[in-house]
């Protein structure tokens, strides 16, 4: 195949005057959006018309109007000037957006996210963090977010930058001075149990393995979330059955009390879950990588476990 013969182009200044004052049909609008005079755009298209052999406009008092030749030109020279343009936006490195979106469910959000927020924002001042909730699961590929952290019975598509968190583990808690009452789970009969709407399960879950199913007779009060429940909880209203990683600053601080010991696996699994071009930006990846510090920190970080199938 031989060379690629040498196509003869007109000055792409004077194609982009022309492409102006046919858009506007106007010699002076053009000018004003080109940052040049009016002389200097009809100059250009006089050289054009002059170099191409045509005439492109017709002038009148206050508008020019393409001639038949000036219409056919446009076409081309619009089509050819947009893919310039998106081809020069595609080799020019961009700003990133400093805006970091992270979907989640909404008692992660209240119960373990939000209190730590501030310390991923002071070591990057750069981002700003929307944080969006949803019981529902997200499409990251077709959402407008940047990950996701969920809950799930199995892991994610393949298709997608997946890391797995921990294993969810419920356990149950109290005030200290209710604690000393709790020796064994057989002490939770005549205790308040304290239910959260996001997770009615929450208590069967924990009991039917231990053969105490019947003592969830789910007449306790009921809170829209971990957090509120907790709240109550340490009012010494009764006990409540959480997600351990939602407790444990309480645990750890003495606020809260296990009384029967650490939590109970009972099957979901937490992910980080991005798609594979958003997982790689730089927010993205400082926000994933301070995630997992944080939860290795506090020993929720289950590495090395495989999750459930």
């Known amino acids: 195949m031989g060379p690629r013969p040498m196509r003869y182009l007109p000055s792409l200044n004077a194609l982009r005057a022309f492409e102006a004052a046919a858009r506007h049909e106007s010699f002076h609008h053009a000018a004003e959006e080109l940052h040049v005079t009016a002389s200097a755009i009809s100059h ?34 619009r089509d050819g000037l947009d893919r310039i343009g998106e081809a020069v ?69 393949a298709n997608l930058e997946t890391r797995f968190l921990f294993h969810e583990r419920l356990t149950v808690v109290c005030s200290p001075a209710l604690a000393e009452r709790l020796k064994t789970p057989e002490d939770l009969t005549g205790v308040t149990h304290i239910q959260t709407r996001l997770r009615p399960e929450g208590w069967r879950a924990w009991l039917t393995p231990r053969g105490l199913a019947h003592l969830d007779d789910g007449s306790g009060p009921t809170f829209d979330n971990d957090t509120l429940a907790l709240e109550a909880v340490m009012t010494g209203l ?29 099957g979901l699994s937490c992910y980080w879950v991005s798609t594979h071009r958003r997982s790689r930006l730089p927010k993205v990846v400082a926000f994933r990588d301070w995630l997992l510090e944080r939860l290795a920190d506090e020993g929720l970080f289950d590495a090395g476990r495989p999750p459930h199938r």
């Open 44 to 77: 250009q298209v006089r050289g054009l018309e002059s170099v191409l052999q045509t005439t492109l406009f017709l002038r009148r008092t206050r508008q020019v109007v393409l001639t038949d030749s000036g219409r056919r030109l446009l076409e081309g020279v």
């Open 89 to 157: 936006a595609a080799v020019t490195p961009r700003p990133e957006d400093p805006v970091l979106t992270v979907s989640t469910v909404p008692f992660f959000a209240s119960g373990w996210l939000i209190p730590r927020l501030a310390d991923f924002q002071s070591r990057y001042p750069a981002y700003q963090v929307r944080l969006e909730t949803s019981v529902d699961l997200v499409d990251v590929e077709q959402a407008d977010v940047d990950m996701a952290i969920r809950y799930l019975s199995r892991p994610p598509a």
């Open 238 to 266: 009764g006990v409540a059955i959480t997600h351990q990683e939602i407790a444990h600053p309480l645990i750890a601080s003495g606020r809260l009390i296990e009384p029967f010991g650490a939590g109970h696996v009972i």
